[in-house]
C-alpha cells in the first residue's frame, strides 16, 4: 500500500475556541521540524479544521511515522490514500481495491463512514455509506458489517479530492511544545529526571536543563550519560539547551563545613538556587525535579519542604505521586532507561552521607549554611560564570 498523505488527529487543541488557531500553528510547525529527521520532502498544511502531512515523491514510511509519533499535540496518525475526484462507481472500484490491500485477512467486520465536505459531488454522505459498504460486501462475501464495534471503521472523505483511511496510530497526545512557555529541568543522569522533563513537557512546556557536574569525582562519561539523556528527552521537545554546572567547589565546601548528615538537603538547596538563576537568566517560568515522595532521603515531605524554601519560581514534580516501577515504565517507553541505568555516578551520589536527616527542620539547616557564608556567594557566583552551554537536539 502506498500512502500519499497523513491525517493528523489532535485531541485538546479542538476544544480552545478563539484560540485553537495558534495551537493549530504550532503544532504545524512541530510538525515541520520533527519531519527534518525524515527520509523524504513533506508538506505539512492545515485544512477545514484538519492537519494534513502530504508526501511528494519518495519518502521513507517507518521514519515518517516515528518521527510524528514523537510531536506532543498529536493523538492519531492516519495513513490515507488519495484519488482524484470521479464518478460514483468509479469511486467504488478504489474503496474495493483499498480493501484487498489493506486487509489480506478479510474475516472482519466493517462500517463505511463518509464525508462529503465538496457538496458538489451528486452522492451524500449517507449514500456513500451504504453503496460502498454494499460494494464491499460482494467483493468480499466473507466480511460482514457492525455499525457499533466495526473491526475496521473505513472513513471515505470527498474533498478537492478523494482521501480514504482506516488505520489510526497512537500518537503521544499532550500539547503542542513552547504553548506554555518553558522551564528549567534539574536533569541528573537518573531514571527519574528525564521522565519528569518529558512529563511536563508533553503539556507544551519547552525545556532548558542544569546538570551539576564534580570533576574530578564525576567522570566524563557520566557528563556525556546526560547528554545523551538530553538527546533523548529532545527527540520529543526539540532542541535543549542543557547548562552544565561545576559543582565539586560547592560541595567540597559544604562537605567540609556542615554535618554530614545534612549534606543532600544542603547540596540540593544551593543546587536549587543556582537552576533558580539560570532559569530566570533564561526566561524560564518554574522548574522540574523528577522527585518522587518518600523515593530517598531527600524527597521526604520534611526534605521537600526545607528544599522549597530556597525557591521563589514553582516547582513543578511530575512524578511526586508516582511509584518507581511506574516511572520505569515511563523512562522504558521513552527510550532514557538502559541509557539512566549506566554505571556513572553522578555529583550527588558521590558525596552522599552514611546515614541522612530525613526529617530535616528548616532552622536547623538556615544555621548550618551560615557555617558556608564566608565563601559560599563567590563559589556560586564562579560556578555560574563557568557553566557550559551544551546545544543538545534529538
Known sequence: MTYQTFLIKYGEIAIKGKNRYMFEDALVRQIRFALRSAEGTFRVHKCQGRIYVDCDGYYDYEETVEALKKVFGIVGICPVVR???????????????????????????????????????????????????????????????????????????????????????????????????????????????????????????????????????????????????????????GPIRLHVVNFTDIQLSIYDKCPHDELTIIMRRYMMRIAETLAKKCGCLGLITGESIGQVASQTMQSLLVTNEVCTLPVYRPLIGFDKQEIVEISEKIDTFETSILPYEDCCTIFVAKHPVTKPKLDVIQRSEQRLSED??????????TTEIIEVEG
Open 83 to 237: 484519488t482524484e475526484v470521479k464518478e460514483f462507481e468509479e469511486l467504488k472500484k478504489d474503496i474495493v481495491a483499498y480493501v484487498e490491500k489493506a486487509y489480506p485477512d478479510k474475516n472482519l467486520t466493517f462500517k463505511v463512514e463518509s464525508r462529503r465536505a465538496k457538496k458538489t459531488y451528486p452522492v451524500n454522505s449517507m449514500e456513500m455509506n451504504c453503496d460502498l459498504g454494499e460494494a464491499i460486501l460482494d467483493a468480499f462475501p466473507e466480511m460482514r458489517v457492525d455499525v457499533h464495534h466495526p473491526d475496521v471503521l473505513l472513513n471515505v472523505e470527498v474533498r478537492e479530492e478523494v482521501y480514504i483511511y482506516s488505520h489510526i496510530i497512537p500518537g503521544p497526545g499532550g500539547m503542542p511544545i513552547g504553548t506554555n512557555g518553558t522551564a528549567m529541568l534539574l536533569l541528573s543522569g537518573g531514571i527519574d529526571s528525564p521522565v519528569a522533563g518529558y512529563m511536563v513537557a508533553k503539556r507544551g512546556v519547552g525545556l532548558d536543563a542544569v546538570y551539576f557536574h564534580a570533576p574530578p569525582y564525576t567522570s566524563e562519561r557520566a557528563k556525556q550519560k546526560v547528554v545523551d539523556l538530553a538527546k533523548k528527552v529532545a527527540a520529543y521537545t
Open 376 to 385: 559560599i556567594d563567590h563559589l556560586v557566583e564562579a560556578a555560574l560564570e
